[in-house]
């Protein structure tokens, strides 16, 4: 679904976008300002993802949408989530992604699913 390298070069750009967030975004952020900015960023990404599966679907009343569905805009959504929610997890402190997944998985399969 992805490669190694595809994965190392978004980590590498999200990382950049971390790090230079405050001057991309042209203000200073308190620490809750960050995690609320990257919050509805989150929000944002998904409400565009959900329009995108609606055109898709053609579940929505506006014409012009449902003529315009195209898979590339769906792919660019569902990777703005993706993107969106590392950056917010980054700033809620969450830092060892990989443990975290791991345990994840772990408890996931304790599970029936």
């Not at 975004?25 to 959900?50: F, H, Y």
Request: charged share 35%; net charge negative; proline share 0%.
């Amino acid at each position: 679904m992805i490669s190694e390298k595809i994965l190392l070069e978004t980590i590498k750009y999200l990382e950049d976008i971390d790090n230079n967030y405050e001057t991309i975004l042209g203000k200073e952020l308190s620490q809750k300002e960050r995690i609320l900015a990257d919050i509805l960023t989150v929000n944002e990404e998904w409400w565009e993802l959900n329009d995108e599966i609606k055109r898709g679907l053609q579940l929505s009343f506006n014409k012009e949408k449902k003529a315009n569905a195209k898979k590339e805009n769906l792919e660019d959504e569902a990777v703005d989530v993706l993107m969106s929610l590392y950056l917010l997890m980054k700033s809620l402190g969450i830092d060892n992604l990989d443990a975290a997944v791991q345990r994840k998985i772990s408890k996931n399969n304790k599970r029936w699913y």
